[in-house]
């Protein structure tokens, strides 16, 4: 069976478009797209589409001579360019009798988890309803800690939200290139094949580039689901994709899939604080699948709650798993480097043996 035969059967695909690729032809753009995803419904395929370049728009609108570095000017031109870019999606699919429902989220909207779940029932229903959900980063409110960084992490994190077969993402080159300059067809292994030769964005409209692609099909393919970056000015490039034509670079699937939930954990959650351990827990940890016991914690850092989400590194700084904490922050330090039966004489009571337990944590 050819690697790319799964593409072909897909029913479910998120479809990210990158910013250069708006910004260059605005309206003509989303209108080669939707006669491409109204082909494809044709045939029985949900299609999400996560769309960057309201910022690129505004920036365009604004008069500005380059996209902007602070904060504050990014989002004045993300609330700008939003109702702009909206419009050409909503001209392209109303050419066909199909709506749209624009989605913004920030990712605090996924890191909460009953926001997260409130989330893909919404994304469902636009789909049980015949409409194509219009996905894009809540700019104009956004902060630096709550920031995707870019579309690319967020189109990943959709492909998870919606349950989606495959991810599909549409940028200005062919794919991913080796050290020579050649296409790469297929990678197996993103960290020998892909991560070395990857860099980061140089167009000076987006704030990608492939690393952040790579990285996105690292997350979802670790879920089980296969990832494709292509060339989206190519005629039909969605649909020859999904039909398993050898277009862009496909990233395989391998090793052990994760469930949605530890999914959740690994990927949505942000991180509310950090815990170090020692080499053995390390150890423990990453070759034994073991549980995290406070013993092995040699620090605990920020102010994290009972259930939070934190990131687990070696001494070096490595983050190494991600997991749900079963004490609060404060709790923890009291414990850390203790032995399990010393727990409940420290703190007067004992919730769990463990201060992470392994069916609450990932190994990244």
């Known amino acids: 069976m050819n690697e790319r035969d799964i ?30 995803i109204v082909e494809l419904r044709r045939r029985d395929v949900e299609l999400v589409v996560v769309s960057s370049g309201a910022i690129a728009l505004g920036v365009k609108r604004l008069g500005l001579a380059a996209r902007p570095h602070e904060l504050p000017a990014l989002q004045a031109a993300a609330a700008v360019g939003q109702s702009k870019l909206m419009q050409h999606w909503e001209h392209a699919f109303a050419a066909h009798g199909i709506a749209i429902g624009q989605v913004l989220v920030t990712h605090d909207d996924l890191a909460d988890r009953r926001r997260f779940l409130s989330a893909r029932l919404t994304l469902r229903a636009l789909l049980d309803h015949g409409v194509v959900p219009i996905v894009n980063e809540n700019d104009t409110v956004a902060t630096e800690e709550i920031r995707f960084g870019d579309n690319d992490q967020l189109a990943a994190l959709a492909t998870n939200l919606v349950s989606a077969d495959a991810l599909v993402i549409l940028t200005d080159v062919e794919g991913v290139r080796d050290a020579n300059g050649v296409r790469i067809p297929i990678v197996r292994d993103i960290d020998r094949e892909a991560a070395p030769v990857a860099g980061g964005s140089t167009s000076g409209i987006g704030s990608g580039g492939m690393a952040s692609k790579v990285g996105s099909a690292r997350t979802v393919t670790r879920a089980g689901v296969p990832a494709v970056v292509a060339p989206g000015r190519e005629p039909d490039v969605l649909v020859r994709v999904l039909a398993g034509a050898d ?72 983050e190494i798993a991600r997991g749900l904490a079963a004490y609060p922050a404060d709790d923890l330090r009291k414990i850390q480097g203790l032995q399990s039966g010393a727990i409940e004489a420290r703190l007067g009571y004992k919730s769990s043996e463990e201060a992470v337990h392994r069916d609450d944590l990932v190994i990244l």
């Open 7 to 36: 593409l072909a059967s897909a029913r479910r695909v998120v479809v990210k478009i990158g910013s250069r690729l708006l910004a260059e032809a605005p309206a003509s753009r989303p209108a080669t797209i939707a006669d491409q």
């Open 247 to 318: 277009v862009g670079t496909l990233f395989v699937p391998a090793g052990r899939e994760l469930s949605a939930r530890k999914h959740w954990i690994a990927y949505s959650g942000r991180s509310a604080g950090r815990v170090v351990v020692d080499d053995g827990a390390a150890r423990a940890l990453t070759g034994g699948g073991k549980s995290l016991l406070p013993a092995g914690i040699v620090a605990v850092e920020g102010n994290f709650e009972l259930g939070d989400t934190i990131a687990i590194a070696r001494g070096d700084g490595t």
